[in-house]
Every structure is written in C-alpha cells, then in structure tokens.
C-alpha cells in the first residue's frame, strides 16, 4: 500500500498534476502547486460540488469574501484562544508530532492488527465464516479491541479535560511509533495555535496584526446579514463558498492530504433554533450521497460520530474515506447552534437576528455546516482512480498500463483525437473535429509515437475518450473510438461523438 501511494506521487508530478511548491528552490514543506492536469481536475471537483449545492438547492447562495478580515473576527470566533494543537517533540529522533495524531494513528495500528486477523480467518472458513461471531470470540480480536476501548476513553478523557499531561502519558504507556524505538524520551505536550499572521499596513500609521483565515465559514458568518437582506432569502437557508485556507500544521502529512495552504468547500445552512438536528441528520446524508455519486466501491466510506465537540457544535460527524494509509476524514458536518452568529453580535455589538414571520418572533439562526477539503478530495479521487493493469496481448506477451479511472464528468482531459499518420490531411481532419467540440469538452491533439504510445499517455492522465482518424476517415467521416476503461474500439460517425460525449460526461 506504501509502495502504490509512494507510485502515486510520482504519478502525479510526472503527468502534471501536483508539484512541489518552489521545488527549484527545494521545496515548502506543506505546500503544494497544482500543474496543467491538476487545475483542471480541482477545477472539475470545484463545479461538481458548486452545482450540486447553488444550482441545485433553491435555497442556497454563493459568496466569496475576503481571506484578510478584521482580526476581532478571530477573536470572536474562539481561534484566538483555542485553534490549538497539542505538540510533542522526541528528543532522541529530533522529530515534532502531534499528540493527538499519534494516539489516532495507535488506535489504528490495533485495528488493522483486527482487520488481518479477520481477513486470514475469512480465507479460512470461506462462506462459513461469521464475521460478528468471530470477532467476539477471537481471543487475539478481543485483546486488540480491549486495547483500542482503553486507549480511547483515556484520549477522549484527556481531551474533555484539556489534560496534556495524561496526553504525554498515553505516548508513554504505548511506546508509541517513534523512530527510535521504546523511546521514553519526549518533551512535555504544549498547545501551540495553528493560524498564521501577518501585519496590515505600514508601521510608521501603526501596523494591526491580522491573521490569514484558518477556515472559510467566519467569512460567511459575518456576511449573513448582507446576504439574508439583499437575497430575501428566508430561513432555512444556505450560504456556500469554495475558498483558500490557511493552518500552520505541526505535521505536515502523506502529500496534499495536510497541508499548509489548502482549499475549503463549505455551506453554512441556517435553520429555526431547534431544528438543527432535523438539518443536521439531512445535510448528513446529502453529503454522503454526494461522494457516493462518484461512483467508487461504497465500502471505502464510514461516518465517525465525534465524541468530543468542539466548544461551537452540539453534535459533529466526519465523512472519512479508506485512503491507501486508512480511513481518514474528508467532510466534516457539524451543528454550530448560534455560537458564531452570537459571538460575532457580542464583539460587533450589531444585531444579528432573524425575522420570523411564521413564527412572528426574532431570533438568532442556527448553523448546520458542511465543509470539506478541495486537496483532500482531489487525493480520494486520484488515489482510487490511479490503478495499474496486466493486459494480455494477442501474441501472448503480458503488457502493463497504468490507467487512471477517473468519473468521466471529472477528467481534466475528456477527448483525445490523434491522426493516425501525420501527412494525408488526417491532421486537419483531426482538427476539425477538436474545433467542433472544443467549446463543450476539454480536448486535446497528439500526433506524436505510435498510437499504442498515444493511447498510454492518455490512460495515464484519465482521457475517457480517444479517437483516431484514419484514412477511411476522409471517405465517410467516421472514426475509431477508443474507450479507457474497457480499452474497446468502436467504428463511430463524427456527428455522433458530441451526444456521445455530452451522455457520458455529467455525472
Ligand atoms: P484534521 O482533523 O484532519 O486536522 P479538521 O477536523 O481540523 O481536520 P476541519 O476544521 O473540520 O478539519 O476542516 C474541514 C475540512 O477541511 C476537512 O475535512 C479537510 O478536508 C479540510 N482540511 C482541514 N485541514 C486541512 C489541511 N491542513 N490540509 C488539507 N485539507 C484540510
């Protein structure tokens, strides 16, 4: 599984998808530059979240604020005092961690010891084998189990009581993964707050310290009454924005996974106090629904019911998704209640309410949020795309392509169309076709190597479509198409391929 993720980098900087940030210069750790191939993949994941939220809810409407806002806003907000992570550094490796992130990562090192115990015996038993039965009985299931029960309470303890020291002491009783290892030798936990700062203005008329936002949805909060009036819109209601965020991450983690720098999508939905639960449970399976339409085996999702709120949210679940190193947390939905509208109508001393008029009362909105990562998504998406295949050929001779399956409405590139020979006018040919449909659907030409070569330089960025014009191609104005995941060929009329394309391109 390391090895494929480690294949998968690669992969993506060799085809223009993800570069290092100012790699001339040795990289920025954390920060990550999106190539030819990779814009238009985010920017396909960006539409397909933007239309499935604005165009499609009636009752949800855009914005896009500014990163820079007024720093009381942060304070408002609770990131000033509490965007913290708690930080340890082993002294013996020299190397910083997150505490919390390293008792996750324990929790699940003993569930994947579960896991494989449940695989062999699986094998074993075959269709006898009752996977409920099994791990109660198991005595080495039950003692990983036990361990994971004891290791939780302890962490979800600590956390509810802001206890750094227990933190360290979890670290401690499980030798936890260091490089060294049994390595007793770590520092003290600390807090330590994730948001950056940067000084507004010159200092000779005195300089504010503002900070680049941590998350988008403050940016929604306090444009809630500008939207609300200027819309009319009417409770219950969204506000969605897609938008760069900004974390200083002790860790900086498997790829664009966590980042630095990184891009938000997230719908804040205001609802009648009361009945965010109704809202919450709704906008949860939307949501769920959504990565489902994707299209990927549906296994490879869970939601993970948090224990331990956040100081804003009176109930809170992650989407996560089985990345090639775990289940990990893509979406997060959460029921703010009225904290931010209240905070921010306390600091701002301007009233932020709502006119009820079936209730005929005022009130201040509830908060359902959804918010989920750009990067993290790309990486789902590109992580379970990328897959490498054996094809047998006629000869008998085993070849292999890497083939990256991605749902065709998100391809970065939706149609190759390559002359088969670079003379005869199948090039202009060729060229007449990508002008007819390049104002629908991103296409591209290569004259280049044979079309074998042709066909695995497209199956390596994703092209669901290739078609080839031939000879026969001026006398009947037909082409071969060529499809990616079945790599079956199909004699078809030029007119044909816009319908062919448009059926197969929306999700
Ligand atoms: P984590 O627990 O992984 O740090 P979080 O719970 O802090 O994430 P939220 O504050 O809920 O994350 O942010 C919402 C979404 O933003 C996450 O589900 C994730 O997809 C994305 N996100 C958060 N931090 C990062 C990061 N450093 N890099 C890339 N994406 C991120």
Redesign the pocket.
């Known amino acids: 599984q390391e090895d494929v993720f480690k294949k998968l980098v690669a992969h993506c900087k060799e085809y223009g998808f993800v570069f290092q940030s100012s790699e001339i210069y040795d990289g920025l750790s ?1 920060v990550y530059d999106y190539g030819q191939m990779g814009v238009e993949l985010k920017n396909n994941i960006k539409k397909y979240w933007w239309d499935s939220m604005v165009l499609l809810h009636e009752n949800v409407v855009g914005l896009d604020s500014a990163i820079f806002m007024h720093p009381t806003i942060w304070k408002a907000s609770g990131h000033v005092d509490a965007f913290n ?1 708690p930080l340890i550094d082993n002294k013996d490796s020299k190397k910083r961690y997150r505490a919390d992130v390293l008792i996750e990562d324990l929790m699940a090192k003993f569930e994947t010891k579960i896991e494989k115990e449940v695989a062999k015996a699986k094998k074993r038993f075959g269709d006898a084998f009752d996977e409920a039965e099994f791990k109660s009985t198991n005595p080495r299931v039950k003692a990983n189990q036990e361990k994971i029960d004891t290791v939780h309470q302890r962490f979800v303890d600590a956390l509810d009581k802001n206890d750094l020291n227990e933190l360290k002491q979890i670290i401690l009783d499980y030798e936890i993964a260091c490089p060294i290892s049994g390595s007793k030798n770590w520092t003290d936990v600390r807090q330590f707050n994730l948001m950056f700062s940067t000084d507004m203005g010159s200092t000779a008329d005195g300089s504010n310290k503002i900070y680049l936002r ?2 988008t949805a403050q940016g929604i909060f306090v444009n809630y009454l500008n939207v609300q009036k200027t819309g009319r819109m009417k409770i219950p209601f969204g506000i969605a924005q897609i938008g760069k ?1 900004f ?1 200083n ?1 002790i860790v900086a983690r498997q790829f ?5 720098e ?3 999508m ?1 719908m804040q939905f205001f609802v009648r106090p009361g009945e965010e639960m109704k809202w919450f449970d709704k906008w949860k399976e939307t949501r769920m629904s959504w990565h489902k339409a994707l299209g990927f085996s549906e296994d490879k999702y869970r939601f993970h019911d948090h224990d331990k709120l956040a100081h804003y949210a009176n109930a809170a679940t ?1 989407i996560e998704f089985k990345f090639p190193f775990g289940f ?5 939905i ?1 029921s703010r209640t009225d904290f931010d509208l209240n905070q921010h109508q306390d600091f701002s001393g301007k009233k932020i309410q709502y006119f009820d008029p079936e209730l005929n009362k005022s009130y201040v909105p509830y908060v359902i949020e959804t ?7 790309f990486l789902q998406i590109i992580s379970e795309a990328y897959t490498e295949e054996k094809i047998e050929k006629e000869n008998g001779k085993v070849d292999e392509r890497v083939v990256l399956k991605l749902p065709t409405a998100l391809a970065p590139v939706k149609l190759a169309v390559m002359p088969l020979v670079r003379k005869d006018g199948l090039p202009e040919k060729a060229r007449e076709i990508i002008n007819e449909l390049k104002f629908d659907f991103n296409c591209q030409y290569d004259e280049k190597d044979s079309i074998g070569k042709r066909y695995r330089r497209q199956d390596a960025i994703g092209t669901p479509f290739c078609v080839t014009v031939d000879h026969q191609s001026l006398e009947d104005n037909t082409v071969t198409i060529r499809h990616r995941d079945s790599m079956e060929q199909e004699r078809v009329e030029i007119s044909k391929l816009y319908e062919i394309l448009k059926e197969q391109v929306s999700l």
């Open positions: 954390a992570d941590p998350e965020a974390r991450e664009i996974f966590r980042m630095r990184f891009e938000q997230e992650d990990k947390e893509v979406e997060g959460h918010s989920i990562g750009v990067d993290r998504m």
